[in-house]
């Protein structure tokens, strides 16, 4: 299995708090995404990085935003959460077009509810 | 229209049946193609990659049909170990990102 770990694992929080999601690989691949996975949706992108300090938007980027520092680490932050961001997040990585893969290989998932 | 739609199932087979589920996209441009499985409350993990030619792996086929853009995968001699949902996933070219179905639940039964 694909070294990515992801923390917290399981959160409950209070809307309007502002939330961080950690996600860590050992691969040292240089893409990096995170998705959310809602009943009845396929998975959605919220932001990718393509390296460190390189980041973009994906399809459902709004209330959210990344930051990466170091190659292994890419932090999702949700401003002010929200109901409607109750989800499991799933953080994934790839080789990327650098070597022509983009198969994905994601980490356990965190499970979030805003109360 | 969803860009990648699959039917949702859940598909009930008896074990050791043959299985087979499609998924359809929209773009007509896209290249690379994708089955992952994802168990219960778990991640999603690459099942196989479709090229153009499909491929075989043990009991599991996929195969590419471009003209009705769809792609398929088949299961052969069904195991109970089988029992996840399937989720297709399409290589935008135009930005290289994935787009998800929603997945196929399978459900073997003894």
């Known amino acids: 299995d694909a070294g990515i770990t992801q923390s917290p694992r399981h959160k409950v929080t209070e809307t309007g708090t502002p939330v961080t999601l950690r996600c860590h690989q050992t691969?040292?691949?240089?893409?990096m995404y995170w998705y959310r996975q809602d009943p009845g949706h396929g998975l959605r992108l919220i932001h990718y990085?393509?390296?460190?300090?390189?980041?973009d938007k994906g399809e459902v980027s709004d209330g959210y935003s990344v930051s990466r520092s170091k190659t292994e680490d890419f932090l999702l932050t949700l401003e002010s959460a929200t109901s409607s961001q109750t989800s499991v997040y799933f953080c994934?990585?790839?080789?990327?077009?650098?070597?022509?893969?983009?198969?994905?290989?994601f980490g356990p998932g965190t499970r979030l509810t805003v109360t | 229209r969803k860009e990648v739609e699959q039917d949702p199932g859940p598909f009930n087979v008896p074990e050791g049946a043959t299985v087979a589920f499609n998924c359809t996209y929209s773009?007509?441009?896209?290249?690379?193609f994708f089955w992952y499985r994802q168990d219960c409350r778990k991640e999603p993990k690459l099942l196989m990659s479709?090229?153009?030619?499909?491929n075989e792996d043990g009991r599991f086929t996929a195969q590419l049909n471009r003209a009705s853009q769809y792609i398929s995968l088949l299961i052969r001699d069904s195991k109970l170990s089988d029992s996840a949902t399937y989720l297709c996933?399409?290589?935008?070219?135009?930005?290289?990102?994935?787009?998800w179905g929603a997945g196929t639940k399978l459900i073997i039964k003894p």
């Open positions: 994934a990585i790839s080789e990327g077009d650098s070597s022509g893969l983009y198969e994905q290989y």
């Open positions: 691969e040292n691949h240089r893409y």
């Open positions: 990085s393509y390296g460190v300090k390189d980041t």
């Open positions: 773009n007509s441009a896209s290249q690379s």
């Open positions: 479709v090229y153009s030619s499909g």
């Open positions: 996933v399409v290589l935008m070219d135009s930005n290289y990102q994935l787009i």
